[in-house]
Nanobody, 116 residues
Framework: VQLQASGGGLVQPGGSLRLSCTTS????????MGWYRQDPGKQRELVAF???????HYSDSVKGRFTISRDVAKDTVNLQMTNLKPEDTAVYYC???????????WGKGTQVTVSS
């Protein structure tokens, strides 16, 4: 399984970006599809994930500004980011996982930079 993320870039504070992540290869019923981010020198942190049942979870720092969605048919997870702040600047990583079989796959990351 491979993940291909797209949609990162440079945006001004208050702007919006949409990240997308598509899987390729063998398909699974992912228990979670989500996004994490990492600043240089810091630990990778959860941004948001969505379960196979459609329940979404967000970090407190992005609640109300980011929306995660999942397209089961396309095996894609999207992250709509609005009202972006400089502190949202990071490399964003897509992640998919299953619980029972322990499959846990990471994408290569896409840079998001929020700066004026």
């Amino acid at each position: 399984v491979q993940l291909q993320a797209s949609g990162g870039g440079l945006v001004q504070p208050g702007g919006s970006l949409r990240l997308s992540c598509t899987t390729s290869g063998e398909r699974f019923n992912w228990n979670e599809m989500g996004w994490y981010r990492q600043d240089p020198g810091k630990q990778r942190e959860l941004v948001a994930f969505i379960t196979s049942g459609g329940t979404s979870h967000y970090s407190d720092s992005v609640k109300g500004r980011f929306t995660i969605s999942r397209d089961v048919a396309k095996d894609t997870v999207n992250l709509q980011m609005t009202n972006l702040k400089p502190e949202d600047t990071a490399v964003y990583y897509c992640n998919v996982r299953t619980y029972l079989s322990g499959i846990n796959v990471w994408g290569k990351g896409t840079q998001v930079t929020v700066s004026s």
